[in-house]
């Protein structure tokens, strides 16, 4: 029962799979099960651009056909590139020398006109242009014997087959030019290549030594142009050196420094004058501005002048002692006398007041009187000191116009001779320029006088023969050719496939994809993932252990998950379909009932349903009727084969049921089978092409994720994982299913027995 019930699993995985190419995973341990793990904003791995290993994993994937391709392509393009090539001819040769550097009679001449690299290189692809111009073919084609030759005359224009046919290159980075022109008569193209060189050494070499004589005439002129200018400018030059006392620019420099210095002297004593000039304004202005307020402030500067003068002044202190005497007796009378009315009191009160007026108005006229003075000596000094500050501003004026006049002729006496100096300096680099061009041209004449003498700097050196062999590089093209179109298939094909960005190993999906890896389930060979009835074999039953044991490792990290009871209600979904999702769930909750735990498989899939068929049920009633309410939980919840699992099928799926995926009521169900089940698996429907999973996923304690190796897609599965993570789900993470693992037995098939 056991065997049959595993058969129909691997049936259902092979079902999601059987279309996909399986092959190589790189083995990758699980990864503890986070819930707060989110995916990168763009991980690289998507968008990056592909190298040298990706492409040939994504060739892995699609050898065959694009190597069969690719032979039909190869094998079509050799067969037009041999029927398209032209086929071979003839090709006739000349050699002409083109020296590198102009040959000389003289080494002293050698070295003064020695070339350098880019004029050389220039000179010779002058020549190179020179010897295939349309003039020199035109006159070559001239020729009557040329003209009258069969390679010609078949030619409808025969100019613009010799500018597309004749080739010319220097031979091995050489001085030595090739000229060659390919055709099928050997004799005609080997005398219309010599014909080429007789009017290219006639009509352009020949021409150019007669440049070189017009050259040497035109340098006699501007040479004596030159030393008739130098005479005239010599002479203006001594005439300057007189006027500036020197020709030397030295001596001339350490003139100017002398006045510079001199003026600069001249200026600074200008300053000073005038800054003294100011201080004795200021001075002046003070002055006066004293004499004006010293009315005012008199009182206060001469109080203890008047008070000297009060003290040595007889009347004053008699005036003071004569009322200190009334006012002793003034205080005495107060004590003996009866009544305050008594006549002498009145007569002593009287006398004290007017010795007290008295006293009081001598002060006052010792105190003017002593003002007085003091103003007028104060007068005087102030008219004294305004004086002299006058005067002195005077002089100062004085001294500042003779400063003036002074640093003003200074001025005028450097300017000249600055003058003077520039003219002189100007006259001798113009003469300095000119005797320089001077002595070039003298040079370059007697180096062209040289050069008129030695021999000449293209000159032939083979002439072209009759060829004898054919050249035939078709087979060479086009083997080139075939391969080339080979490795551009292929290229074709592996950049085709690379843009699917298909998940290659479970690197792709923690690294690439920041995702935790929950499981990985191995590649099952064909004859294991699709038995024949009854034909079970012996050596098979180590892939289905295998399988076993991968999907209990995965069991164990859900298990590790819900220690707190916070992961019971887990949703199986993907990307897109045909990635084992269905496959996984019904795995993993038999794995589930075989550790203990009450299981319930929900197909939640409510589309396209699968699950009933794993385990032979009917589709309806189902979750669909329990949606509508036409149904209760018990009626639809039947058991499996495996004992503790029983299975929720899909049922009849309608609009109906698809709006109730919105309400809260798909809330109360989860509800109540999670009172009823220790672990409620949902396979649900895949998360890009609707948005069952969306609404479903709302309600569940954690989403696994199914992803198929060389089916699933890196995009895809970012976008949807990211999708799920924005809703705010807990993530557990990811299984790979159909990867290549390192298999190490450990037991024997009894194991699968007993499972």
Not at 220 to 235: A, I
Not at 638 to 657: E, F, M, N, S, Y
Not at 723 to 732: D, K, N, P, V, W
Request: aromatic residues 4%; proline residues 4%.
């Amino acid at each position: 029962m056991r065997s049959r019930e595993l058969n129909k699993l691997e049936m259902v995985s092979a079902a999601t799979s059987e279309n996909e190419p399986v092959d190589r995973l790189v083995p990758a341990r699980p990864s503890p099960v986070r819930s707060d793990r989110k995916v990168p904003a763009k991980p690289s791995a998507i968008s990056g651009m592909p190298d040298a290993l990706g492409l040939l994993k994504a060739l892995r994937r699609c050898w065959l056909s694009a190597v069969l391709t690719g032979l039909c392509t190869a094998g079509a393009v050799v067969t037009l590139g041999w029927t398209v090539l032209p086929a071979p001819k003839y090709t006739a040769y000349a050699l002409l020398q083109v020296a590198s550097r102009p040959p000389q009679v003289a080494f002293t001449i050698l070295e003064t006109r020695s070339e350098t690299r880019d004029e050389t290189d220039k000179y010779q692809k002058t020549q190179l242009e020179l010897i295939q111009s349309r003039a020199v073919l035109k006159a070559a084609l001239r020729q009557p014997q040329i003209g009258a030759l069969p390679a010609v005359r078949e030619e409808e224009d025969a100019l613009e087959w010799l500018d597309k046919d004749l080739q010319a290159e220097y031979s091995n980075d050489s001085d030595v030019l090739r000229l060659s022109l390919k055709g099928k008569y050997p004799q005609d193209i080997a005398a219309i290549v010599n014909a080429i060189v007789d009017v290219y050494l006639r009509e352009i070499v020949t021409v150019e030594e007669s440049k070189r004589r017009h050259r040497l005439e035109q340098l006699k002129e501007v040479y004596d142009q030159y030393e008739k200018s130098l005479s005239t400018k010599r002479q203006i030059l001594r005439e300057l050196a007189e006027l500036a006392g020197s020709s030397d620019q030295k001596t001339l420099a350490y003139k100017q420094q002398l006045e510079l210095e001199q003026r600069s002297m001249a200026e600074k004593e200008l300053m000073q004058y005038r800054a003294e000039i100011r201080k004795a304004r200021a001075e002046l202005s003070v002055l006066q501005s004293r004499e004006r307020t010293q009315a005012a402030e008199a009182p206060a500067d001469w109080s203890r002048e008047a008070d000297e003068a009060l003290s040595k002044d007889p009347q004053f202190l008699d005036g003071e002692k004569y009322v200190e005497r009334l006012e002793r007796q003034l205080q005495q009378m107060r004590r003996l006398a009866r009544a305050t009315q008594d006549p002498a009191l009145r007569r002593i009160e009287r006398d004290l007041t007017v010795a007290r007026a008295s006293l009081q108005q001598r002060r006052k006229d010792i105190e003017a009187r002593v003002a007085r003075d003091a103003e007028l000596r104060g007068r005087s000094q102030a008219r004294d000191e305004q004086l002299a500050a006058q005067e002195r501003v005077a002089v100062l004026e004085d001294l500042e116009r003779a400063a003036q006049q002074d640093v003003k002729r200074m001025s005028e006496q450097t300017r000249t001779s600055n003058q003077k100096s520039l003219d002189l300096r100007s006259r001798q680099d113009e003469i300095e320029t000119e005797s320089k061009a001077a002595m070039k041209i003298a040079e370059d004449m007697e180096a062209l006088k040289v050069e008129l003498r030695a021999e000449q700097r293209v000159k032939p050196l083979e002439s072209a023969d009759v060829p004898r062999k054919k050249e035939d590089k078709r087979p060479m093209m086009t083997v080139a050719m075939g391969f080339g179109t080979f490795a551009f298939v292929l290229l074709s094909f592996s950049w085709w496939e690379f843009r699917a960005r298909r998940i290659d190993s479970a690197e792709d999906v923690v690294i690439g994809l920041g995702m935790q890896l929950v499981g990985a389930l191995p590649a099952l060979p064909n004859r294991v993932r699709r038995p024949i009835a009854g034909t079970q074999q012996t050596r098979d039953l180590y892939w289905h252990n295998l399988l076993l044991e991968s999907i209990d490792a995965t069991r164990t990290m859900i298990l590790h998950a819900s220690r707190d009871g916070s992961c019971r209600l887990l949703m199986i979904t993907s990307a897109l379909k045909g990635e084992g999702k269905t496959s996984l769930a019904c795995h993993l909750a038999r794995s589930l009932a075989r550790a203990g735990r009450r299981t319930l498989l929900v197909d939640c899939d409510l589309r396209t349903p699968a699950a009933h068929r794993v385990f032979g049920e009917p589709v309806d009633p189902g979750f669909s009727e329990l949606l509508r309410g036409e149904v209760l939980a018990t009626d639809v919840i039947r058991p499996t084969p495996v004992k503790d699992l029983w299975i929720l099928t899909a049922g009849q799926c309608d609009v109906r049921a698809l709006q109730a995926l919105a309400l809260d009521g798909i809330g109360q169900v989860f509800a109540e089978l999670k009172d009823r089940f220790d672990f409620v698996i949902v396979d649900s429907a895949p998360v890009l092409p609707v948005t069952d999973s969306l609404l479903i996923g709302q309600h569940v304690d954690a989403v696994l994720f199914s992803v198929l190796r060389d089916v699933s897609q890196l995009p895809k599965v970012y976008m949807a994982y990211e999708r799920l993570s924005t809703l705010g789900m807990r993530m557990l993470g990811a299984v790979v299913a159909g990867a290549r693992m390192e298999h190490h037995v450990y037991g024997g098939p009894a194991l699968t027995e007993e499972r």
